[in-house]
Every structure is written in C-alpha cells, then in structure tokens.
C-alpha cells in the first residue's frame, strides 16, 4: 500500500465518522422550528436557529431527550 492508498483510507475512515456524528435534520413545515413563523427553511433566522441548538445543548446537559 503506498502512501496515496494510506492516505484515501484515512480520508473514507474521517468521512465515515463525520456523517455518523452529524446532527439530524431537523423536519420542515414551512413554519420556524422555534418561534412558529413562517419560514422557507428549518428557521426564521440566524438568531432562531441559535436559541433552538442553545436549548437542545441545554436539554442534553439536564439528560433530557433532543427535540427533532
């Protein structure tokens, strides 16, 4: 194996562990998924988006489930 074969496998193990680790998608339905407005995506705003993860850190620091 050289190092360009070393190197392609190290890049797949690195790519395999980030989308294992990678955070849901949050499911849309036109409405802001922390104020309730309407939005075209997941949030309204930079600032909703913020306080939503804000409060699921949150949650997870007190062992309570995520929302999703």
Do not use: T, W
């Not at 104020?35 to 705003?45: F, I, K, L, R, T």
């Amino acid at each position: 194996m050289d190092d360009l074969d070393l190197a392609s496998e190290r890049e797949e193990i690195a790519r395999q562990a980030a989308i294992s680790h990678r955070k849901p998608v949050p499911e849309h339905d036109g409405h802001c998924l922390n104020c309730g407005a309407e939005s075209a995506g997941a949030y309204c705003d930079a600032g909703c988006r913020e306080d939503a993860e804000r409060f699921d850190r949150a949650r997870e620091r007190d062992g309570l489930r995520r929302r999703v």
